[in-house]
Nanobody, 124 residues
């Protein structure tokens, strides 16, 4: 699976932005998908993840209620809608994918396939 993230840019605090992650490969619908982010000087952290069926979703506490992850298996794309942006949301956002047969995965080490990242900057 190859992943291509896009949609990053500069947004003012309180604004909205939607990231997209386009995947290649015929088995996209079998993969759990996740979004992670890495701020300057910090470690990569979990943002959100969605089960292959779309039926189970996890969010980091820091984005719960502001961000929404979704997927369109027909378009082989996963999205991250980000509302009410805060300056601390500034980071490079990466999408990730992997298969899981039993439960929704959410840890960095559980994902094998990663996109190159897209930079999101939130100005105060």
């Amino acid at each position: 699976v190859q992943l291509q993230a896009s949609g990053g840019g500069l947004v003012q605090a309180g604004g909205s932005l939607r990231l997209s992650c386009a995947a290649s490969g015929r088995t996209f619908s079998n993969y759990d998908m996740g979004w992670f982010r890495q701020a300057p000087g910090k470690e990569r952290e979990f943002v959100a993840t969605i089960r292959w069926s779309g039926g189970v979703i996890y969010y980091a506490d820091s984005v719960k209620g502001r961000f929404t992850i979704s997927r369109d298996n027909a378009k082989i794309t996963v999205y991250l809608q980000m509302n009410s942006r805060k300056p601390e949301d500034t980071a490079v956002y990466h999408c990730a994918a992997d298969m899981s047969y039993t439960r929704l995965i959410s840890q960095i080490y559980e994902f094998t396939f990663w996109g190159q990242g897209t930079l999101v900057t939130v100005s105060s």
